[in-house]
């Protein structure tokens, strides 16, 4: 082993010593110290909260990410702390297990994942991540498990005042960041409201006619004012369903022609993808209590996402059925499909499995299926993935109909 690596160890022990059983202070001692594994440019602490996981440290790279919460069963991370087995990642570009893209944004190509043991479960993990494949090997994940000890015992001596106090600390970080994204949200939409309603005057001839090297550049600047102002509206419905403040009306609503009607306003988009919707429903009205306004909001985030994912030239088939006491709505594409690992993240926020065609120039936000479940099961109902079908993605929207008299 290098020299340099003993003095690292040596340089943990002695600050684990000084932090007197202080579990923060002895975990970020570890995510400090890079000399134990220079190849290195991140260090991570996760720690298990219920079904998620939570960066307690971190160093490098994540080092801005303290405090980000993640599904359990997202990542490498939770697949260590479910099976309590360390975890060796050759190649983010060639594991199928890990969230390549989000590897890509804390450039990680290749990690080390051991678990932290406490009373006979795993509480945690420990990770390196390089930015070269195959980064790390034998020695540097016995290192590792050297490293989980002084943890483990942390975990052991705090007292269960400071384990509170510990987790309400992580929760108020969590409400900060929530709070600073709402903030920033309300705060973007009138400025970018008002760059939109610009650009949409200088296209439409209010100042006269553009010369023409401009109009390309109009055209770009419009496009992406469009796409920021989905992004800030997504983010404000985001926030209002997490604050349980988004506002509901109940009125009596044909479901067909509210799809007739959805589908119609979305027709243009489906042709700027090459794509045509096809709908089905019955001919006598299907009547239910609902908000006629989010529930086209629903669906159209499905009929967004169904136009981006298919195939030029294909048909989306949006469906309407009643069985027994609910009413479905379904829509069905011919596109790639959703991964099976990717399934159980899929309405997620800033989740999204594969990227739109090439050809597509409507980015996604990630927040489309988040907003659209949040918005159905305040409605009284529940969205879901077909995995029955086997060709493209199908999603299946559920809603309760009155009791028959």
Known sequence: MDIERFRGLITIQQAISDARGDLTTVMQAIVNERSVMPQSNGIVV???????????????????????????????????????????????????????????RVGLRSMIVVPIPHNGQTVGVLKYHASEPHAYDEEDMLIAHLLVGPIAVGFSSIAEADAVRAKVDLQTVIRLKEELVSNISHELRTPVTAIAGSLALLKGGSVGELPKP???????AARNAERLTALVNDLLDMDRLEQGRLSITLATVDLCELLRTVVEENAPFAARTAVTFALDVPRAPVTTETDAMRLSQAVTNLLSNAAKFSPAGSTVQVSLTVDGAQARIRVSDAGPGIPKDFRSRLFDRFSQATRPRDDVQ???????????????????????????VSQGATFEIALPLPARS
């Open 362 to 388: 409507v980015a996604g936000t990630g927040l489309g299926l988040a907003i659209t479940k949040g918005i159905v099961t305040q409605l009284g109902g529940s969205i879901r993935l077909d995995e029955a």
């Open 46 to 104: 996760e720690l298990r909260d219920g079904d998620q996981l939570t960066y307690a440290a971190a160093s490098g790279t994540s080092a801005g990410q303290l405090g980000l919460r993640l599904p359990l069963n997202a990542s490498l991370s939770g697949l260590s702390i479910l099976t309590g087995e360390p975890q060796h990642c050759l190649d983010s570009h060639q594991d199928g297990r890990v969230n390549r893209a989000a590897c890509d």
């Open 214 to 220: 401009a109009v390309p550049l109009i055209d770009v």
